[in-house]
């Protein structure tokens, strides 16, 4: 049904070897993963702060800077500044947390990375308590 391939792979051949470029393991792509996710909740947790400033989300901003910064190998993330936003808004900004905070904890979990996981968890429990009084009075 298919035709064999006949010709070598132009991948293969643009880089010549397999060994010319460098290869990253699947721990380095889930600790990239987990840090590209656990930097956007600090974004989200710091408009939060702009908006409804709390020590609860000063708290967490502070331990999500703090592991986007071990597994960035030290380099420490940039922070969003605080502005203000509409109580409208607040809503939203919760749902995308909580959402941001799921897929951390997948990403958390499956490399094994209990602190991460838990940080994760916790975000998701704090913003779907945020979202449950809103929810409920929109019914």
């Avoid at 997948?106 to 979202?131: K, P």
Wanted: charged fraction near 25%; hydrophobic fraction near 45%; charge should be negative.
């Amino acid at each position: 049904m298919y035709e064999p391939i006949r010709t070598k792979s132009v991948h293969s051949t643009m880089a010549g070897t397999t060994s010319d470029f460098p290869h990253r393991s699947r721990e380095e792509e889930l600790d990239i993963q987990l840090a590209g996710h656990l930097a956007a909740l600090l974004a989200v947790t710091d408009e939060l702060r702009g908006a409804a400033p709390s020590e609860e989300l000063d708290t967490a901003a502070e331990r999500l800077a703090a592991q986007v910064t071990r597994l960035r190998g030290g380099h420490p993330p940039v922070r969003a500044v605080a502005g203000q936003t509409g109580t409208t808004q607040l809503a939203g900004l919760h749902r995308r947390a909580h959402a941001l905070a799921g897929r951390a904890l997948v990403v958390a979990a499956s490399r094994a990375d209990t602190a991460a996981a838990i940080l994760a968890a916790e975000q998701m429990d704090v913003h779907a308590a945020a979202l449950e009084p809103r929810e409920l009075a929109s019914r």
